[in-house]
């Protein structure tokens, strides 16, 4: 158990929908980071914040939007779902927002879209 | 920009024979390296990591991997496979220098052990 948390385990919707994935980091980790696994694309960094702010961005599309509360759980929307949204989406947590830091990653939510 | 490049999206080997997993990299400057294990269903787990402090690193269940900079390459090996070991592994690099910007993976390779 990593410590990281993720809501929903499973999620199936409909194409032209939005969802919304929830991940709380381990205790004390500042930041947040949301990826994408595929079966084609592979394992993509999509998107990190630090205590709030985003800090970096990677492979995410103007569909998806994500945030970080005050409490510094973080959420991940993705909206006008299609079929290639189809996924299992991780968030993984660290201290610092550091390179060098390891990152603790959750157990993911697959999302299925049809 | 950096890559990772897994050779072999499968390898296979006997029970209590030797685990070699490729990775080479690329990047401008010294890496940060990570291996990380996949178990079916489950979140990803690090396995080791590589921050400049020594070049051959050890790891959990076993495993360890050698930076060597002159091949940019960063393999993972483990002397006597366990039949526990049969998951998905996956090589991953950032940035130096305090960035963010999150880990670039490789395609992963998946190990399978033979009773």
């Known amino acids: 158990d990593s410590g990281v948390t993720q809501t929903p385990k499973h999620l199936i919707t409909a194409t032209g929908q939005r969802v919304t994935l929830r991940c709380s980091p381990r205790s004390g980790d500042l930041s947040v980071y949301w990826y994408q696994q595929s079966l084609d694309q592979g394992l993509q960094f999509l998107i990190q914040?630090?205590?709030?702010?985003?800090?970096a961005k990677g492979n995410i599309l103007e569909r998806f939007s994500a945030q970080q509360f005050p409490d510094l759980h973080s959420e991940l929307n993705l909206s006008s779902l299609e079929l290639g949204d189809s996924a299992l989406y991780f968030c993984?947590?660290?201290?610092?927002?550091?390179?060098?830091?390891?990152?603790?990653f959750g157990p993911g939510t697959r999302l299925l879209v049809l | 920009a950096q890559s990772v490049t897994q050779l072999g999206s499968h390898v296979s080997v006997s029970e209590g024979a030797l685990v070699l997993l490729r990775c080479n990299y690329s990047s401008s400057v010294p890496p940060y390296l990570f291996w990380y294990v996949q178990y079916p269903n489950q979140g990803l787990q690090l396995l080791l990591k590589y921050t400049s402090a020594a070049t051959l690193v050890k790891g959990i269940n076993g495993f360890e991997a050698e930076f060597k900079k002159s091949e940019t390459s960063f393999h993972l090996t483990k002397p006597s496979a366990h039949m526990s070991d049969a998951a998905e592994y996956f090589c991953?690099?950032?940035?130096?220098?305090?960035?963010?910007?999150?880990?670039?993976f490789g395609k992963g390779t998946h190990l399978i052990i033979q009773p």
């Open positions: 914040y630090y205590n709030g702010e985003e800090r």
């Open positions: 991953a690099v950032s940035g130096p220098g305090g960035g963010a910007d999150g880990l670039t």
């Open positions: 993984a947590s660290s201290p610092g927002g550091l390179a060098v830091e390891t990152q603790y």
